[in-house]
C-alpha cells in the first residue's frame, strides 16, 4: 500500500493517524461554529537539531528511528531494530519522509503570519517530498557515526503503511515554505553532533 498525503485525502489506517483528523475535526467544528481559526500543521518524521549548535541536546526517552539508534550507538549498543523487512518497497523496509526541525520551526512562523492577517482555517502537510527507507537511514547513521551497525528484524507494526511521503505543495504556494534542508544526512549529521558534544 502506498500513501502520499496530499492537501485532500484524509484516510488514515491506524489509531495514530485516526487520532490527529478527529483533532482537525474538532478545530474545523468550532470553527464553523464559534469563528475560532486554527492553523493545523502535519509533520511527517522531525529529525535533525540546531545547526548552529547553540541549543544543546538533552537526554530523553526517544521512540523515533534516528534519535533511538544514535542513542543506541552512543551507549556503545550499535544495533537498530527494524519492524518489518518484508514491506513491498526496493529493500523490503518502510519509506518515509523525513523533515529538519530547523524547516518544522520556519513553518510555524509562516502559519502564525497567515492566521494573524489572513484569518482562515487551514491546514499544511509538512515534508521534505522525497522517501528514504528505515534501512537507507540505517545506513547513513552508519556513515555519520563511523560505527558498523546490526540489524534486528523485528514483526511489522500493525497499521504501518509500506509508503508514507508528503505532499507539501500547499504550503509551499500558500506559505511561501521552502526547505533549507532535505538532506537526511545533515539532519542526522546535525542531531549526532549535538549529543556528541553534550557527553564532553
Known amino acids: 500500500m502506498t500513501l502520499s498525503m496530499s492537501c485532500t485525502q484524509k484516510n488514515p489506517i491506524n489509531p495514530y493517524g485516526k487520532t490527529k483528523l478527529i483533532v482537525e475535526e474538532i478545530l474545523s467544528d468550532y470553527d464553523r461554529a464559534y469563528g475560532i481559526k486554527s492553523c493545523c500543521l502535519r ?4 529529525a535533525g537539531w540546531d545547526p548552529e549548535g547553540v541549543i544543546p541536546w538533552k537526554k530523553r526517552n ?24 518484508d514491506y513491498p518497497t526496493v529493500d523490503g523496509t ?3 519522509d523525513y523533515i529538519h526541525v530547523s524547516d518544522l520551526a ?9 492566521l494573524l492577517y489572513q484569518k ?15 534501512y537507507e537511514i540505517i545506513k547513513t547513521i552508519a ?6 551497525i546490526a540489524i534486528k528484524n523485528c514483526p511489522r507494526s500493525p497499521g504501518d503503511p509500506a509508503r508514507l511521503v508528503a505532499n507539501a505543495s500547499k504550503a ?8 533549507n534542508y ?14 556528541c558534544s553534550s557527553t564532553l
Open 182 to 195: 532535505d538532506n537526511p544526512e545533515v539532519m542526522i549529521k546535525n542531531l549526532w553532533d549535538a549529543m
Open 106 to 114: 520556519c513553518a510555524h512562523v509562516l502559519a502564525l503570519d497567515r
Open 43 to 46: 509533520y511527517f518524521n522531525a
Open 94 to 96: 518502510c519509506i518515509r
Open 62 to 85: 526517544e521512540n523515533n528511528l534516528i534519535p533511538k539508534v544514535l542513542n543506541n550507538v552512543l551507549k556503545g549498543k550499535n544495533e537498530a531494530l527494524i519492524y518489518g523487512m
Open 143 to 148: 556513515h555519520v557515526t563511523k560505527v558498523e
Open 120 to 134: 482562515t482555517s487551514q491546514s499544511y502537510n509538512l515534508g521534505s517530498i522525497k522517501g528514504y527507507s528505515v
Open 172 to 179: 509551499k504556494n500558500e506559505l511561501g515554505w521552502s526547505l
